[in-house]
């Protein structure tokens, strides 16, 4: 096979990846020839524009370590992630809907107790999330693992500033009660812009697009004989749920994060400054 | 905008994306999300498999620097490389044609006289490279600039190897003569396989596919008033010819790398062991 033009070089390439051994293997590489290919068919990029594609994808992975993953930023900012969310989620009746992973997840995070406070001294709002954890039917779960993560209130997660807060915080891992029940005190976390310093920040101005999500708490709740659940729930009131940069935002996921004025906590805690409270009941989907 | 589903998220990134101030930008968005949507939508992704992308393309930027681009060889053995080439570069009559840059090109190779030896010492067959330079109407191109690069013997380049070979060689930079002649002495480079220890490698295997290229020599050509040419010179005989793994091989572009018994060789040198001779007679289209 030689002297491939415009048309026949797709066929060629086609011809060599089918070789692959593992069927999925050969299908996926069979669709990303024929996509990538109709793609620089139909841009025509200059060998300049070629060039600055791949000095884009190259310094797109130079950002990543192991505290920034930039890659799944550009996924994130390009609705592939929402997609593939899609194509895997379905909503079944009583189920809580799922939105993307993000950038931020940490999987060591702290295993803490129920009612503990995960904010670490953080200066912001004090809040009280609450909620539960059952079954398409209302039973309730009981050991459950949840997972939480959220920003502080200039936005910021703790691994994006680890020199001031000293380690993770404002995450941690609960188990539900007997009772399928959980409840922590941490910060309030703001709207923010999503790591705009780098090549899809960039591309994000180019697009003539703000690079901001609505404030929330992420979840990633799993128990045995259940699909584990990746979530956020949205503070209700937020300029940005619908402009959120990532396309996350679902109304089954918004809920007030209500001011209460000093006083009895919903724990039973007496507080003698306002907070906030946010509360919300997980569905899970059998496995 | 909330709430998307597998269908209605690419309209919502189309539209976001849309804002782009600049057309080719906005075009170039748009054409990206509707054929990477279009992708995942074929393949249907597991978030598993998501991963896995994600990780790809993170271990290719990683295994970026400045001696290898990863990202190129990729854009190299899907295809992309060749089809760019093939968009930007029709072939006029007397015209060379051009093939891929490959990711061994160095922009500061040392500019060498006419009949230099750019082997350094390098164990190897000695080659001579004769040629010439003229345009389409045969004149011939006075000071024309002639980058050339190459393997040794096993199959590796200077830059893959710089412990052993101490710095640049197997490269250089000439000046085309007052008749638009070149030459110069090397040893015969081999078929190689491209650098297949890093995640290109891995998804080559996977697809069935053997890393090897035939044997050549790189060729980038400028001269005022022309259009700049990319390209190289195959060995004729090389088995890779019609698997070339990056699909760079035209017919037009293969000469014999003749042998040669020791004696008188073409710059008039005596020489006492056999060697080969390559020559090659470049046409360059106007700018």
Redesign the interface.
């Known amino acids: 096979?030689?002297?491939?033009?415009?048309e026949t070089?797709?066929e060629?390439?086609l011809e060599?990846?089918g070789?692959?051994?593992?069927p999925r293997?050969?299908?996926?590489?069979e669709?990303?020839?024929r996509?990538?290919?109709?793609?620089?068919?139909?841009?025509?990029?200059?060998?300049a524009?070629?060039e600055q594609g791949?000095r884009f994808?190259?310094g797109?992975?130079?950002m990543?370590d192991d505290k920034r993953?930039e890659?799944?930023l550009l996924?994130d900012v390009?609705?592939?992630?929402?997609?593939?969310?899609?194509?895997?989620h379905g909503a079944a009746a009583g189920a809580t809907e799922s939105t993307v992973l993000g950038p931020f997840y940490v999987e060591a995070a702290p295993e803490k107790a129920l009612g503990a406070n995960i904010s670490d001294g953080i200066d912001g709002e004090p809040l009280i999330v609450t909620g539960s954890v059952s079954s398409l039917d209302g039973k309730a779960i009981a050991g459950a693992t949840i997972d939480v993560w959220h920003s502080d209130g200039d936005g910021y997660y703790d691994v994006q500033q680890l020199e001031e807060t000293g380690g993770l915080t404002m995450r941690a891992r609960f188990r539900s009660d007997a009772n399928g029940k959980f409840y922590f005190w941490t910060i309030r976390p703001a709207a923010y812009p999503i790591p705009h310093d780098g090549p899809v920040g960039k591309m994000l101005d180019?697009?003539?697009?703000h690079p901001w999500r609505p404030a929330h708490v992420h979840f990633m709740i799993s128990a045995s004989g259940y699909q584990q659940l990746v979530t956020h729930i949205f503070a209700d009131g937020d300029q940005y749920?619908?402009?959120?940069v990532v396309?996350g935002?679902?109304?089954s996921l918004i809920r007030m994060f209500a001011a209460r004025p000093a006083g009895v906590a919903p724990d039973g805690r007496i507080l003698d400054a306002p907070f906030h409270h946010l509360n919300y009941d997980f569905g899970l989907t059998p496995a």
């Open positions: 096979m030689r002297n491939f033009d415009e070089i797709t060629a390439v060599r990846v070789q692959a051994r593992d293997m050969k299908q996926i590489s669709a990303l020839v996509h990538l290919h109709g793609f620089i068919r139909e841009v025509r990029p200059s060998q524009e070629w791949i994808l190259t797109t992975g130079h990543c993953q890659f799944i996924s390009l609705g592939v992630s929402m997609l593939v969310d899609a194509i895997n180019a697009q003539g697009r749920l619908d402009s959120d396309f935002v679902k109304d």
